[in-house]
């Protein structure tokens, strides 16, 4: 690493010879290998950018000139030629962040890590330069994956607006998002990609026309006059300059020396200008390039000689919805299943195998995903669009114009739903059940455990006439909790003190184990309990305010914002039938949390058994008249194996 530890800051890249740059490039890659080997996280869209991010920084200044990331999953070079060379603690408590991050550098501009708003923000940022009067450049940086979400192109229509903006835009295309990037914007890079013969073919005429006597000069200017027309023929690439776009490209996004011209061109330009980069993801690693599902976009810690998993983990909450897609599909013809860009992440690839013909990748286009759903539905299938928990919140409103309003039978499946930790404050699916309780008609659904994602998921698609959901956690699925009996809807977990228990305890989704080692806790300070699963956490079911009214005190835990969650649902459920007992939510407060383990989070926040139990313990001896307040209570020990 002889190079990569002398640069502290952009402009040390300016001191290298060609020579050096390459052998950066090089290095780069091997520290890249080595450090994510060891962590985890994003390795294969970080090999792909190593030239084009020297390039950028050696071209432009930042931060006077602002880069920006879309999506920040491909920043990594970006940190490291910024100062930033302990990956040590790379997405962990106290270490980097795996996204750009304003707290890590003032290089770093964008955080929010949802893809295809890097353009609306480099339209506002240049709209402020020109008010401002700045020579300042914006250079926005897109994934070919980034721009199928339908924000990528209201933003272009505008960017496009001003000819006098200086906005730089380099499209990266690796023909991948996660996984190939489909659709018809997909079609037309590809074209371009192999269709690069305008240029070589201008430059070799000019060259032979200059030297032909009398007509060669005029004929040349001809020609070059009518490069529109014959760039269109060549290479199609009128869709961005008919929207007043300066197009460069495509360009080898593996050679500096032709990325530094191009990038160049564009700044001197004046204007808006789109260049087009053509790189590998994985490059320069073969376990990568090999791994056909998505290029090691994400990994955990792997052996670095053989990129195989250091351990392999047990069933996760994905991989028992996946298994009983595929089951669910075998047995209903009307069973297809959207995704967003995201076909392996969210567990359809194996239902893709099996029937190929019944699965819709939208791309990046959440919104477009669910408005096409409540056309399926009412062509009569019924469509399960999977989606991480986080990126619904981009849909609400086709969510609920247009699947609820109209009736649709709709199910979303929300995986990594609730704290996931390590991807920090974007991808925390925290806000979903929130959200959701404003949508009329909807029911979700919360699953403890794996049984439960196979029954609810059957539950969901058998309803026509309303959207459904069901959302579960990240990560291994923890061993069955039985229920010892039902009411209603409602799966009782354990019991404890007959009719007249201290506490009702309504536990939601995968918090079940958690929640009954409370009531573990609660037992040895001498507070009966009812444990209760709501399975469908929308509507609150109809036996919880009777439930309640047998109760002193109920208490709701939610993987979720505490804010309009359910704990503020089964609130007011108590409040519509009289039952004027005292209730308190635990769930996750109403900010944005740090990248750290999930564990980690659950701490800080208090969302843990002892934090918990110490609290309701406090409560219960209010209501006895025994303790002014919590601090006052007797300390709660966490349950011992």
Same mark, same amino acid.
């Given at each position: 690493?002889?190079?990569?530890?002398?640069?502290?800051?952009?402009?040390?890249?300016?001191?290298?010879?060609p020579?050096?740059?390459?052998?950066?490039?090089?290095?780069?890659?091997?520290?890249?290998?080595?450090?994510?080997?060891?962590?985890?996280?994003?390795?294969?869209?970080?090999?792909?950018?190593?030239?084009? =991010?020297? *390039?950028?920084?050696?071209?432009?200044?930042?931060?006077?000139?602002?880069?920006?990331?879309?999506?920040?999953h491909?920043? /990594?070079?970006?940190?490291?030629?910024?100062?930033?060379?302990?990956?040590?603690?790379?997405?962990?408590?106290?270490g980097?962040?795996? /996204?750009?991050?304003?707290?890590?550098?003032?290089?770093?501009?964008?955080?929010?890590?949802?893809?295809?708003?890097?353009? !609306? $923000?480099?339209?506002?940022?240049?709209?402020?330069n020109?008010?401002?009067?700045?020579?300042?450049?914006?250079v926005?940086?897109?994934?070919?994956?980034?721009?199928?979400?339908?924000?990528? $192109?209201?933003?272009?229509?505008?960017?496009?607006?001003?000819?006098?903006?200086?906005v730089?835009?380099?499209?990266?295309?690796?023909?991948?998002?996660?996984?190939?990037?489909? +659709?018809?914007?997909?079609? #037309?890079l590809?074209?371009?990609? =192999?269709?690069?013969?305008?240029?070589?073919f201008?430059?070799?005429?000019?060259d032979?026309? &200059?030297?032909?006597?009398?007509?060669?000069?005029?004929? /040349?200017?001809?020609?070059?006059?009518?490069?529109?027309?014959?760039?269109?023929?060549?290479?199609?690439?009128?869709?961005?300059?008919?929207?007043?776009?300066?197009?460069?490209?495509?360009?080898?996004? #593996?050679?500096?020396?032709?990325?530094?011209?191009?990038?160049?061109?564009?700044k001197?330009? +004046?204007?808006?200008?789109?260049?087009?980069?053509?790189?590998?993801?994985?490059?320069?690693?073969?376990?990568?390039?090999?791994?056909?599902?998505?290029?090691?976009?994400?990994?955990?810690?792997?052996?670095?000689?053989?990129?195989?998993?250091?351990?392999?983990?047990?069933?996760?909450?994905?991989?028992?919805?996946?298994?009983?897609?595929?089951?669910?599909?075998?047995?209903? &013809?009307?069973?297809?299943?959207?995704?967003?860009?995201?076909?392996?992440?969210?567990?359809?690839?194996?239902?893709?195998?099996?029937?190929?013909?019944?699965v819709?990748?939208?791309?990046?286009?959440?919104?477009? !995903?669910?408005?096409? %759903?409540?056309?399926?539905?009412?062509?009569?299938?019924?469509?399960?669009?999977?989606?991480?928990?986080?990126?619904?919140n981009?849909?609400?409103?086709?969510?609920?114009?247009?699947?609820?309003?109209?009736k649709?039978?709709? =199910?979303?499946?929300?995986?990594?739903?609730?704290?996931? +930790? =390590?991807?920090?404050?974007?991808?925390?699916?925290? $806000?979903?059940?929130?959200?959701?309780?404003?949508?009329?008609?909807?029911?979700? %659904?919360?699953?403890r455990? *794996?049984?439960?994602?196979?029954?609810?998921?059957?539950?969901a698609?058998?309803?026509?006439?309303?959207?459904?959901?069901?959302?579960?956690?990240?990560?291994?699925?923890?061993?069955?909790?039985?229920?010892?009996?039902?009411?209603? !809807?409602?799966?009782?977990?354990? &019991?404890?003190?007959? &009719?007249?228990?201290?506490?009702?305890?309504?536990?939601?989704?995968?918090?079940?184990?958690?929640?009954?080692?409370?009531?573990?806790?609660?037992?040895?300070?001498?507070?009966?309990?009812?444990?209760v699963?709501?399975? $469908?956490?929308?509507?609150?079911d109809?036996?919880?305010?009777?439930?309640?009214?047998? #109760?002193?005190?109920?208490?709701?835990?939610?993987?979720?914002?505490?804010?309009?969650?359910?704990?503020?649902?089964?609130?007011?459920?108590?409040?519509?039938? !009289?039952?004027?007992?005292?209730?308190?939510?635990?769930?996750?407060?109403?900010?944005?949390?740090? #990248?750290?383990?999930?564990?980690?989070?659950? %701490?800080e926040?208090?969302?843990?058994?002892?934090?918990?139990?110490?609290?309701v313990?406090?409560?219960?001896?209010?209501?006895?008249?025994? /303790?002014?307040?919590?601090?006052?209570?007797?300390?709660?020990?966490?349950?011992?194996?």
């Open positions: 690493m002889a190079l990569l530890t002398r640069i502290r800051e952009p402009r040390d890249l300016d001191r290298l010879s020579e050096q740059l390459e052998q950066l490039a090089a290095e780069i890659r091997t520290f890249l290998v080595d450090a994510v080997s060891k962590t985890g996280g994003h390795l294969g869209p970080n090999l792909g950018v190593v030239e084009l =991010t020297i *390039a950028l920084h050696r071209v432009f200044d930042s931060p006077k000139d602002r880069v920006l990331w879309d999506t920040g491909q920043s /990594y070079v970006h940190k490291l030629l910024t100062g930033r060379q302990d990956f040590s603690r790379l997405k962990m408590k106290g980097l962040s795996g /996204y750009p991050s304003q707290a890590e550098s003032e290089h770093d501009v964008i955080e929010n890590s949802h893809a295809s708003t890097v353009l !609306g $923000w480099a339209d506002g940022l240049a709209k402020a020109q008010i401002l009067k700045k020579d300042d450049h914006v926005a940086v897109i994934g070919d994956g980034a721009l199928t979400g339908g924000m990528a $192109w209201e933003a272009l229509n505008n960017i496009a607006d001003a000819k006098d903006r200086q730089v835009i380099v499209v990266n295309d690796n023909e991948r998002s996660y996984a190939p990037t489909i +659709g018809g914007l997909a079609n #037309h590809a074209t371009l990609r =192999t269709t690069d013969g305008y240029e070589r201008l430059a070799r005429g000019k032979i026309l &200059e030297r032909t006597p009398v007509v060669g000069k005029p004929l /040349y200017e001809t020609l070059h006059g009518a490069k529109k027309g014959l760039k269109d023929f060549i290479a199609p690439q009128g869709m961005f300059e008919d929207l007043g776009l300066k197009y460069v490209g495509p360009i080898d996004g #593996h050679d500096i020396e032709a990325l530094e011209s191009a990038l160049t061109r564009a001197r330009f +004046g204007g808006p200008v789109i260049v087009h980069c053509i790189t590998q993801k994985g490059r320069g690693y073969e376990p990568a390039l090999s791994d056909e599902a998505d290029r090691f976009h994400a990994v955990g810690k792997i052996h670095p000689d053989t990129g195989l998993p250091i351990s392999v983990s047990g069933a996760d909450w994905t991989g028992v919805f996946a298994d009983e897609m595929v089951a669910l599909g075998k047995e209903r &013809e009307d069973i297809v299943a959207i995704t967003a860009a995201m076909l392996q992440p969210v567990g359809l690839d194996k239902f893709a195998k099996a029937f190929p013909e019944r819709f990748d939208v791309g990046i286009a959440e919104q477009h !995903g669910a408005v096409s %759903a409540a056309g399926l539905a009412t062509g009569g299938l019924h469509p399960v669009f999977a989606v991480y928990a986080t990126f619904l981009r849909a609400f409103d086709q969510v609920l114009m247009d699947v609820a309003l109209h649709c039978g709709v =199910t979303f499946v929300l995986d990594r739903a609730g704290v996931t +930790g =390590t991807d920090g404050a974007s991808h925390n699916g925290m $806000w979903d059940m929130s959200i959701l309780q404003v949508v009329p008609g909807l029911r979700l %659904a919360a699953p455990d *794996a049984d439960q994602v196979r029954a609810q998921l059957r539950e698609v058998e309803v026509t006439d309303a959207p459904t959901v069901v959302r579960f956690s990240k990560g291994a699925v923890g061993p069955a909790v039985p229920a010892v009996r039902r009411i209603g !809807g409602m799966d009782v977990l354990r &019991e404890t003190g007959g &009719e007249k228990a201290d506490v009702l305890l309504v536990s939601v989704g995968a918090l079940a184990p958690m929640c009954l080692e409370i009531a573990d806790l609660l037992d040895k300070q001498g507070i009966s309990t009812t444990v699963d709501p399975r $469908w956490v929308k509507p609150v109809e036996a919880m305010a009777p439930l309640a009214a047998r #109760h002193r005190v109920v208490v709701t835990v939610e993987d979720n914002v505490r804010a309009g969650g359910v704990g503020s649902a089964v609130a007011q459920a108590l409040r519509d039938a !009289g039952v004027d007992v005292p209730l308190r939510d635990f769930g996750i407060p109403a900010r944005f949390l740090d #990248h750290a383990s999930r564990a980690e989070v659950m %701490a926040i208090g969302l843990t058994a002892p934090d918990i139990a110490r609290q313990t406090g409560l219960v001896s209010r209501l006895d008249g025994k /303790y002014e307040d919590t601090a006052d209570a007797p300390a709660v020990e966490p349950a011992r194996d």
